[in-house]
């Protein structure tokens, strides 16, 4: 079993900015893809921005060149520095993280979410 854990959320005026982190901790062969999404009230979760173990980076049109992913794989951590926040960016954020597990001679994948973490840009 896999946790991830957040943290970095909060309340932010117009143009400010907050990093957010999520720690992988448990039974981890290797990580490969990471990822942050995001859930606005009402709304379903869209991908955010996402990151190869070979730190290829994707990003949703809507925070390009303002949001960027990064991660530690010392740590098995994955980053989202967030800079010019806007309202629209008000949402829940959620980390995922796409795990390869071991067992024996027998390797398997799983995909783990976190407990997510609100972030909320004032006007």
């Known amino acids: 079993q896999v946790q991830l854990v957040?943290?970095?959320?909060?309340?932010?005026?117009a143009g400010g900015s907050l990093?957010?982190?999520?720690?992988?901790?448990?039974?981890?062969?290797s990580i490969n893809a990471m990822g942050w999404y995001r859930q606005a009230p009402g709304k379903q979760r869209v991908l955010v921005a996402g990151i190869t173990s070979g730190g290829s980076t994707n990003y949703a049109e809507s925070?390009?060149?303002?949001?960027?992913?990064?991660r530690d794989n010392a740590k098995s951590t994955v980053?989202?520095?967030?800079?010019?926040?806007?309202?629209?960016?008000?949402?829940?954020?959620?980390?995922?993280a796409d795990v390869t597990?071991?067992?024996?001679?027998?390797?398997?994948?799983?995909?783990?979410?976190?407990?997510?973490t609100q972030v909320t840009v004032s006007s």
């Open 79 to 96: 980053y989202l520095q967030m800079d010019s926040l806007k309202p629209e960016d008000t949402a829940v954020y959620y980390c995922n």
């Open 6 to 13: 957040e943290s970095g959320g909060g309340l932010v005026q």
């Open 19 to 29: 990093r957010l982190s999520c720690a992988a901790s448990g039974s981890i062969f």
């Open 63 to 70: 925070v390009k060149g303002r949001f960027t992913i990064s």
């Open 101 to 116: 597990h071991r067992s024996g001679s027998i390797y398997y994948t799983a995909d783990y979410w976190g407990q997510g």
